[in-house]
């Protein structure tokens, strides 16, 4: 199984490490400082002297990301059956999710703050807020991707609405469903991130600011290290999972 891994692997493996060289000789040729740009090397030691800060400060925003992919999905994939089910809700309510999709991130996170005080409450809806409209708009189109032949099936069985929902349009909904949780399972790290921007004395985001603050390239390259990690877990998790669940894909699925 490593071996396949491997083989399959072997060449982003083999660009990465390029780069990484390609990085360490760079900083040591022409001498860039510290503080500005450190060495590959540099870093890996601090991912290492570190990691009890690391860790520290990992798990506040691993809770916080967590708690905002379940939040966000539960809402969008709530509202999503609501639409499906009763267009006028779909047509009173979608535009506003629309409009609030517009608004960035960092000018609703200081509101958040205001209204909910700087806990880790304000963190968990940010992270929840960035991926709650992909999910949503997703799962409506999965929903509605049931083909008329499916339709017509489910009336000549005399399905009801529960089985035709359960057994046909959930069904038809879960490649699209996986599809916006996987891009959930990355940005639900950056909305913690942002909203420990905002204001919070322990997290990733919050040591991202204290090392950019007190020129600790190191720390702050081994942080970003550490936040990319937790978005390619929670991404791997996503992944596993829809292999899991998923037997089939249709051809339109995105």
Not at 165 to 194: D, E, H, M, N, Y
Not at 206 to 221: H, K, M, Q
């Amino acid at each position: 199984m490593i071996t396949r891994f491997f083989k399959k692997n072997w060449l982003p493996m083999f660009t990465t490490m390029m780069i990484f060289v390609v990085w360490e000789l760079g900083i040591r040729i022409f001498g860039v400082p510290e503080y500005i740009a450190p060495a590959p090397s540099s870093v890996f030691a601090t991912l290492v002297e570190e990691r009890d800060v690391l860790v520290r400060n990992f798990l506040p925003t691993l809770y916080e990301s967590l708690a905002g992919f379940v939040l966000g999905n539960f809402i969008a994939i709530t509202l999503a059956i609501a639409f499906v089910h009763n267009k006028m809700f779909e047509k009173a309510f979608f535009p506003i999710a629309v409009f609030v999709n517009t608004i960035p991130i960092l000018a609703v996170a200081p509101v958040l703050v205001l209204i909910f005080g700087n806990g880790i409450a304000t963190k968990v809806i940010i992270a929840a807020l960035i991926c709650f409209f992909p999910t949503l708009v997703n799962m409506v189109r999965g929903l509605e991707s049931v083909s008329g032949q499916m339709i017509e099936l489910g009336r000549i069985l005399s399905a009801t609405k529960s089985e035709f929902f359960w057994k046909i349009r959930l069904q038809s909904s879960l490649p699209f469903l996986f599809s916006a949780l996987k891009i959930a399972s990355t940005t639900c790290v950056i909305g913690a991130i942002v909203g420990e921007w905002v204001g919070a004395d322990i997290g990733l985001g919050s040591l991202i600011i204290e090392a950019t603050f007190n020129f600790r390239s190191p720390l702050l390259y081994a942080t970003v290290i550490v936040s990319s990690g937790l978005a390619v877990i929670l991404f791997i998790t996503v992944s596993v999972a829809e292999r899991m669940i998923i037997k089939w894909k249709p051809e339109h699925s995105a």
